[in-house]
C-alpha cells in the first residue's frame, strides 16, 4: 500500500473534517448502535430462535466489518502498538474477541455488547465539544480524588468487617447470620442504604447497632460526593486543548499545549 492511500485512508478513519471522513464515521456509528441491537435482542429466546438464521449472518457481518476495520486502524497509524494499547484501541478489539471466542465458550458472543463503547466516537464526530471537554474534566477529578477514595474505601471496608462481625456474635444462627461472611454482607447492604430486607436484626442491641450504622450511612454517601465536587471545581478552571495526539492518542492537553503532554510527540 503506497502511502499517498495510507495517508487517506488515516484521514477517513480518524478524522472528520471530510465528507468521506464523516461519512465513514457515521456508517461506523450506525454500523455498532444495530449490532449492539442485535446482541441485546438475541438473549431473549422469542426472538432468536425463529430467526437463529438471521441473527447469525447479520452477527457476521459486522464481526467482519470491525475486524477489517480494527486491522486498517492498525495498519494506517504511525504507532500501531500504542494505538492498540490506548483505551479505544482496546474497545475495538474487545469489541470482536468475543466473536471468535464463542467457537469455544458460545455465551462469550454477548459480551460483543462491549462495543456499545465505540459510541463515544460520537461525541468528536457531531462536535459535541463540550461535552469532550466536560467529560475530561470528569476524568481529571476522578484520578485528582483517587488517594482520597482510596481511603475512603479502604474506611468502609474496615467498617463493615467490624460491624458484621459484631453482628455474628450479638445475633447469631438463629437470626439469619449465619457466619461473619453473611454478616459483611448485611453490614455492606445497610451501610450502602440499599437494605434488601433478608436479613434483619432481631435483639434490642442489634436493632441498636444497625440503626446507629444507618444514620452513619447517610453521612458516608456524602463523603465521595463532596470530594469529587471539590476536584471538579478545580478541574474546571483549568483550560484543555480539545486535541488528539498522532501518537499515543492522549485528549488532555492545557490551552497553549504544543507537545504531548504524555509522549511528547508534537501536536
Known amino acids: 500500500m503506497s502511502d499517498a492511500l495510507k495517508n487517506r485512508l488515516y484521514q477517513i478513519i480518524f478524522k472528520t473534517e471530510t465528507k468521506q471522513g464523516r461519512a465513514y464515521d457515521i456508517f461506523l456509528i450506525l454500523s455498532i448502535t444495530l449490532s449492539t441491537l442485535l446482541i441485546i435482542f438475541e438473549s431473549v429466546d422469542g426472538l432468536f430462535y425463529p430467526y437463529r438464521n438471521i441473527f447469525s449472518f447479520f452477527e457476521w457481518f459486522f464481526v467482519i466489518i470491525f475486524s477489517i476495520e480494527y486491522i486498517l486502524r492498525l495498519y494506517v497509524v504511525k504507532d500501531s502498538k500504542g494505538y492498540a494499547f490506548s483505551f479505544y484501541g482496546l474497545v475495538d478489539l474487545f469489541s470482536i474477541l468475543p466473536a471468535y471466542i464463542s467457537f469455544f465458550i458460545p455465551a462469550a458472543r454477548f459480551l460483543m455488547v462491549i462495543r456499545v463503547f465505540r459510541l463515544l466516537r460520537l461525541f468528536r464526530v457531531f462536535k459535541m465539544m463540550r ?17 482520597k477514595i482510596t481511603v475512603f474505601l479502604f474506611t468502609i471496608i474496615f467498617i463493615v468487617i467490624f460491624t458484621g462481625a459484631l453482628m455474628y456474635i450479638v445475633e447469631g444462627p438463629q437470626n439469619g447470620f449465619n457466619n461473619i461472611p453473611e454478616s459483611i454482607y448485611w453490614a455492606i447492604v445497610t451501610v450502602s442504604t440499599v437494605g434488601y430486607g433478608d436479613i434483619s436484626p432481631q ?41 488528539t495526539c498522532p501518537n499515543c492518542f492522549s485528549e488532555d492537553h492545557v490551552a497553549d499545549a504544543i507537545y504531548c503532554n504524555k509522549c511528547g510527540n508534537l501536536l
Open 131 to 147: 461535552y469532550v471537554e466536560e467529560s475530561g474534566t470528569l476524568i481529571r477529578a476522578l484520578r485528582a480524588s483517587r488517594p
Open 203 to 243: 435483639t434490642p442491641l442489634g436493632k441498636l447497632i444497625s440503626s446507629v450504622l444507618m444514620i452513619v450511612a447517610y453521612g458516608i454517601i456524602a463523603v465521595p460526593t463532596g470530594i469529587i465536587t471539590s476536584e471538579m471545581n478545580n478541574a474546571s478552571k483549568k483550560a484543555v486543548k480539545l486535541a
